[in-house]
Structures are given as structure tokens and as C-alpha cells.
């Protein structure tokens, strides 16, 4: 079985690629200026799995997740994100919430916790309205058993020790740009609470104010850390 390949595509967004060469699309946004331009054209679609509905999570009014969806793929997300996007067309989009598990393509996501809104603002009305579709992680079980918390978005939180006790993931994918999210020494702490041995961070360096760096955050864990640049693919 070949291994599971984990591509940084930009911003907060990441490509999986699962052993049995399912493609599942996190958190896409093109028009971030670090995106790869390399996976600006998806081939190959089976999963859509935002975080939350933030633009550059989602494109403006869900545009990388419609792009995605006319390839193909099962889009998975909070109740009120599949409510939002089968009102756009995407038939078959499955609502769930937080512990709840949904097997798509032969992967098991968990929907976990996160410290974070999750508006998604819609540009077609004057003044623009902000719909709120929650927000939250994943924790993905892969076919070879692999598991990877992707945290989404989020502030440190206690119950990250659940993570690890639950579930004891092997790789992390955390967010350490400050502002918005947590930091690199608060992403130190995330390691520590979830246990996972190596990390790739995310959600740093696309503008100014995400100011924490991938060396001050490998300063302060004890975990690999792995720093890809965007078009980059680490192999778990």
C-alpha cells in the first residue's frame, strides 16, 4: 500500500492524498497569494472537507468549494454548511456535528472542537450578511490506520488532551500565525496536549499579521516539525 501524502497548498489550505489514492481537499482558497499554482486546477476529487466558512477556507461565497464539487467528491461539513452549499446545487452534501463520524471514500472523518467563528459572508446583497456555519476540526482516519488531526482553525483548548486519549494521532496539522488563531508557543502547547509526533504547521505568512514562523515553533515542541512551502508534500 502506498503511503499517505500530505501536500501544503497555501494559506490554511492542505491536499491529502490517502494510501489508496483518495484525494480530500481541506480548507482550498486560490486566491491566497502563496496558493500553488500547481493545484490550481483539481484533477481528481473524493473529498471536500472545509473547517469552517470563512473566505479563505471556502473562496468568496463558497467558490473553491463549488469549483471543487464540479469534479466530484463528497463535501462533508457542519449541518448548516450543507444546508448552505445544497442551496447552491451541490447535491448529496452531509451535514453533521461535533462526534459525529462519517466514512467518505473509505476515510473516516471525526468531527472534533475548535476555538474559532465561522461566518461565512455573502457578497451578493447590499450591505454584505454574514451566515454563520459553524466551525470545528477533523480527526482522519486514513485506510492504513493513519490518523492526522487537522484542527482547523482554532485557539489552544484543554480538551486537545481528548485528542490524544481518544484518538493518539500520529501527525498534526495546526495553525501558528497568531491573530486569528493560535500562536506558535499556544501550537507548542497543542502538540503536547494531542500527542502527535509530527506536526506541519499552517495558517502563517500570507499577510503580515500572521506573524508566527515555523522556526520560532519548532523552538518550543518537541515534535518534528515539518515546514513545507506551498506546492510542498511530506510522506507520512
Request: proline share 5%.
Amino acid at each position: 500500500m502506498a503511503k499517505l501524502r500530505i501536500t501544503r497548498l497555501g494559506h490554511g489550505g492542505v491536499l491529502y492524498r490517502s494510501p489508496q489514492d483518495k484525494w480530500v481537499w481541506v480548507d482550498r482558497w486560490t486566491t491566497s497569494p502563496d496558493y500553488a499554482d500547481e493545484y490550481r486546477t483539481p484533477e481528481q476529487v473524493d473529498v471536500i472537507a472545509p473547517t469552517h466558512g470563512h473566505f479563505d477556507h471556502i473562496g468568496d461565497d463558497g467558490s473553491d468549494v463549488m469549483e471543487l464539487a464540479e469534479v466530484g467528491g463528497q463535501l462533508i461539513g457542519s449541518h448548516e454548511m450543507s444546508i448552505y452549499f445544497i442551496g447552491k446545487g451541490i447535491e448529496g452534501a452531509v451535514g453533521m456535528n461535533k462526534g459525529g463520524t462519517f466514512d467518505a471514500a473509505g476515510i473516516g472523518f471525526t468531527m472534533v472542537h475548535a476555538e474559532h467563528s465561522g461566518g461565512a459572508t455573502l457578497t451578493g446583497t447590499d450591505p454584505a450578511v454574514t451566515r454563520d456555519l459553524g466551525c470545528w476540526g477533523w480527526l482522519i482516519k486514513f485506510e492504513d490506520g493513519t490518523r492526522v488531526y487537522h484542527s482547523g482553525d482554532t485557539d489552544l483548548f484543554g480538551d486537545m488532551a481528548l485528542v490524544r486519549d481518544r484518538w493518539a494521532p500520529s501527525v498534526a496539522v495546526l495553525p501558528i500565525g497568531g491573530h486569528y488563531t493560535m500562536g506558535p508557543a499556544d501550537a507548542a502547547r497543542a502538540v503536547q496536549l494531542c500527542g502527535a509526533r509530527t506536526v506541519i504547521p499552517v495558517h502563517y505568512g500570507t499577510f503580515p499579521v500572521l506573524a508566527g514562523t515555523p522556526d520560532e515553533f519548532a523552538g518550543q515542541t518537541d515534535a518534528t516539525v515539518v515546514a513545507l512551502q506551498p506546492g510542498e508534500t511530506w510522506e507520512a
